[in-house]
C-alpha cells in the first residue's frame, strides 16, 4: 500500500510539473506577442499607465495560456485525490480519457475563473514589490533578489484563492468510486 500511494502522488507530480511548464512557456510567448499592442507607456514616462498596461498584458497573456492548460491543473488535482487500496484512474491518460468521456469538457475548467482571479492579482502584487524596492535604493537589494522576495509575497497573498480553486475542483469529484 505504501509504494501504491508513493506511486500515486508521483503521477499527480509528474502532471503538476508538466501543466506548469506548458502554462509559462504559453504566458511568456504570448507576453512577448501583445506586449507591443497593449504597453505604450514607459515605466519612466507615466508609471501608473506602464503598470496598468502591464497588469493588462499579463491578465490576457495569462488567459489563454490557462485555456490550454488549465486541464493538466484539474488532473493533477483529481490523480491527487485519487487515493486509497483501489484507485479510480491507472495514471494521466486513463484520468483525462475517463473526465472527457464521463463527465465533459466542462469539467477540466472547474475553478478556472478563480485561477484568473488569483493569477492577476499575484501578478499586480509582485509587480507592486519588485518596483517598490527598485524604487528604493537605500535598500540595495540585488534584482535576483527582489524578484524572489515578491514572487514569495505574492504566492503566500494568493495562496487563499488557489486552495479555494483546488477545493472547487475537488467538490465537484464523485463521491463514491
Known sequence: PHTHTHTRSSKGSASYVTGSVLEHSIHSIVTTQIRPYLSKHTKEENFWAWYGESVLTNAVSNALALLVAYPIRVIHVKLALDVGPLPRYSGFIDCFSSTLRYDGIRWLYVGLTL???????????????????????????????????????????????????????????????
Open 115 to 177: 485561477s484568473l482571479i488569483a493569477n492577476t492579482v499575484a501578478h499586480g502584487l509582485y509587480l507592486s514589490v519588485f518596483e517598490f524596492m527598485s524604487i528604493v535604493h537605500s535598500l540595495n537589494i540585488p534584482h535576483t533578489m527582489r524578484h524572489s522576495l515578491a514572487h514569495l509575497q505574492a504566492t503566500c497573498l494568493v495562496h487563499p484563492l488557489n486552495t479555494m480553486q483546488n477545493r472547487q475542483i475537488a467538490s465537484c469529484m464523485p463521491q463514491h468510486w
